[in-house]
């Protein structure tokens, strides 16, 4: 797994909606706009709530990796941070999530909660760097 570090953590900050992006298990991609993606504080793990995914939990479901980026338009940094997605709808977290979600706004579902282990991150910023691999 990997951890972000400080900078990476002051950029996801900054952000309000997330794209992001997954794949059926034939490849089929599928991308949506996340409002609720919160890193917990381990920095490797990412929760997302699930209130209204049709396409994106079925790809999930057959294909358990996704993907979002980050971008800070002040300081010009962006990343990219890819990972493995487990599905749980029930038990401690997903309880958690769930008051997170009412809190923000009551009607919300919150039908599950999507763990994100965070596997790999690559910088998106515009430049000679861009693509490469930094966790």
């Not at 939990?57 to 800070?72: G, M, Q, R, T, V």
């Not at 923000?104 to 790999?120: G, H, V």
Request: positive net charge.
């Amino acid at each position: 797994m990997a951890k972000l570090n400080d900078n990476m953590i002051e950029t996801l900050k900054k952000v309000r909606i997330f794209p992001l992006a997954t794949a059926s298990k034939n490849g089929e991609p599928n991308v949506v706009p996340i409002g609720m993606l919160m890193l917990q504080d381990d920095k490797e793990t990412i929760w997302v709530v699930d209130n209204f995914m049709n396409k994106t939990l079925k790809n999930l479901k057959e294909n358990p990796k996704a993907s979002f980026y980050i971008w800070d338009p002040e300081s010009k940094y962006s990343y990219q941070i890819k990972g493995n997605v487990t599905i749980e709808n029930s038990g401690d977290d997903y309880a958690k999530a769930r008051e997170i979600a009412a809190s923000r706004k009551k009607e919300l579902p919150a039908k599950n909660l999507l763990k994100m282990k965070i596997t790999e991150v690559y910088c998106t910023s515009p430049g000679p760097k861009a693509g490469s691999k930094l966790l």
